[in-house]
């Protein structure tokens, strides 16, 4: 559903952000929702509000080990790429 007539902001799209870890206040500044009527703030800041209750950041409870990257062959090999990061990855 439409949450900001103004800017045409979903409350999917809210949900999406605050599922992300941002707050109110950053999604406002990211989307621009309640920033010209101000009429959605209440309906928005609920949104987020479930969101961060119902769904907590992925990154606070999934302790994952660091994973070596491997680059492709053509990334090493390039004159843009550093010498002395290709020997700390290796």
């Known amino acids: 559903m439409i949450v900001c007539v103004c800017r045409r902001i979903s409350d999917r799209e809210i949900a999406r952000h605050a599922r992300a870890?941002?707050?109110?206040?950053?999604?406002?500044?990211?989307?621009?929702?309640?920033?010209?009527?101000?009429?959605?703030?209440?309906?928005?800041?609920?949104?987020?509000?479930q969101c961060s209750a119902t769904r907590p950041?992925?990154?606070?409870?999934?302790?994952?080990?660091?994973?070596?990257?491997q680059l492709a062959n053509s990334i090493r090999e390039s004159k843009a790429?550093?010498?002395?990061?290709?020997?700390?990855?290796a």
């Open 21 to 49: 870890g941002m707050s109110f206040d950053e999604i406002q500044f990211e989307l621009g929702v309640a920033t010209q009527c101000g009429c959605c703030e209440s309906c928005a800041r609920d949104v987020v509000a």
């Open 81 to 89: 790429w550093n010498s002395s990061l290709h020997s700390q990855a």
């Open 57 to 69: 950041v992925a990154a606070l409870h999934n302790e994952v080990t660091a994973q070596p990257v």
